[in-house]
Each structure stands twice: as structure tokens, then as C-alpha cells.
């Protein structure tokens, strides 16, 4: 899989390609980062890229022509059909769903605006659709395009040294992930569940069943409220509450 990046700051995101699972995946060669800076395309002394928006207000709006440019320069390095993603407060929240949708492409442009946004025509013109992290303001775009890579990146083939891993993880099936203990047995802080040590491993998986459906109750209603639940998931879900309700009493 190839992604491009066209930002103000290409050494950030090189740096993305530098550590953890995501450089896994780029040193084994099941991903490619390549990063594009309108800078590079703009014109005069200043290279400026942005300019004061019309109709009056802060901030300053990012120009279209270096942008064009830097797509331009992306689609002539690699032919390749390419989805273009705009990471913007104003686009769909990025799920776990998303993310395997977007790592089943063969190549992806993550667009990072700065300022105030960018010429809205650039968008309507070029843009594929628009991406979101999170209902909060960033200074650029360039910490989105940060965790979309990663979230991508992992779910590569081979990106992970245990793909169950990916599997496992928190809203894969619309669930938060049940807690995960390690060596030693006995602390301070507390004991290892007894069930984990047991065994068995029908019990196990019906315990850490039930905990993601606990915490996401507890944690993450709105997730449980979506999710497809099975008759054993419901049953699980009525035992614990008769536990709490036998607590209380």
C-alpha cells in the first residue's frame, strides 16, 4: 500500500515512518510513505502558500494552486488511482471500521490543511471525502494524518507479529477490548484473575466476553447500543447486572 502526505511540515511525517509498527510495516515493505509540501510549488520570494479569506476574519486560507501542484506531483511519481482525504473537523468520525476500509486501498492522499482551512474549491474539485479524528481543533492536519497512517498501517498483512492482535483489538466487533494482565501473579496492587490462570479456555473467552461487554456498557453505552449482540452475549450481560444487583442488596 502507498500512501501520500502533501503538509507544510514533510519531516513530521517522515518521522512516522521511523518507529513502531508503522516503520515495521515500512521496512518489510507492505507499506510506503511519501510526503509532498505545497511549499515546494509556491511562487515568489516567500514560497507563500495561504492568503487572507475573502469576506473578512482571522486566520489565513490555504491557496489552491500549491496544492494543486503537490497533488499534481504525488500522481506523477506513481499513476496508481489514488482516494484523496481531507483531515478536517468537518468530516466523518474515523472508526475502527474506516480504518480497515482505508487499509484495504491500494493508495491513499491525506491532505493537511493549516490556518483556516483551505479554498473550499480545492475541496469540491479534488477531494474524495473528509476525515475526522475527533470533535476538537488541531493547528494542521498533520497529527490526523499521523493516526490514520498508524491505524492503517497496522492492519497491513504482516504489519503485526501476531495478526490475532489486530483481531483482538478494541472496536473490531464494536466492543471495547476486556483488560489484559501479566507476570507476576501476586502484587501490591492486586491478583491476577483466577480464570486466567485456570486453563481453560472456554472460560477464559467467556470471561474476557463478558468484561468487553462490561466495560463498553460502563464506558461506552453508545457502542453497546450498535452492536449486534448475540443471545449468549445478552445472557452474559443479564448474569453480571444479577451480580451487581446481588452486591447492592
Excluded at 472496536?171 to 483488560?179: A, I, N, R, T
Excluded at 491478583?191 to 477464559?204: K, Q, R
Aim: include cysteine.
Amino acid at each position: 500500500m502507498r500512501i501520500d502526505v502533501i503538509s507544510l511540515f514533510p519531516d513530521f511525517i517522515a518521522q512516522c515512518a521511523a518507529f513502531g509498527v508503522t516503520g515495521r510495516a515500512v521496512e518489510r515493505g507492505l507499506l510506503s510513505l511519501h510526503a509532498w509540501n505545497p511549499r515546494d510549488h509556491a511562487e515568489g520570494n516567500y514560497r507563500r502558500v495561504d492568503d487572507r479569506p475573502f469576506g473578512g476574519g482571522p486566520g489565513m486560507v490555504m491557496l489552491i494552486d500549491p496544492l494543486r501542484a503537490s497533488l499534481a506531483a504525488a500522481r506523477a511519481d506513481d499513476p496508481a488511482p489514488a482516494r484523496v482525504i481531507y483531515l478536517s473537523p468537518q468530516g466523518a468520525p474515523l472508526t475502527q471500521a474506516k480504518a480497515r476500509e482505508l487499509a484495504g486501498q491500494e493508495r491513499l492522499v491525506l491532505l493537511c490543511g493549516r490556518y483556516e482551512g483551505i479554498d473550499e474549491r480545492f475541496i469540491e474539485a479534488e477531494v474524495d471525502e473528509e476525515l475526522s479524528i475527533g470533535d476538537y481543533v488541531l493547528s494542521g492536519g498533520e497529527l490526523a494524518a499521523a493516526v490514520v497512517v498508524d491505524a492503517v498501517a497496522r492492519l497491513q498483512d504482516g504489519a503485526l507479529n501476531d495478526a490475532e492482535s489486530a483481531v483482538q483489538d478494541s472496536f473490531e466487533d464494536g466492543l471495547l477490548d476486556c483488560p489484559h494482565y501479566t507476570r507476576p501473579v501476586e502484587h501490591a496492587l492486586g491478583t491476577v484473575p483466577a480464570v486466567l490462570m485456570s486453563g481453560n479456555h472456554a472460560e477464559i473467552a467467556r470471561w474476557r466476553r463478558q468484561q468487553s461487554l462490561v466495560r463498553t456498557l460502563q464506558r461506552r453505552p453508545d457502542l453497546l447500543d450498535e452492536a449486534a449482540l448475540s443471545k449468549a452475549d445478552r445472557k452474559l450481560l443479564d448474569a453480571w447486572r444479577t451480580r451487581q444487583a446481588g452486591k447492592g442488596s
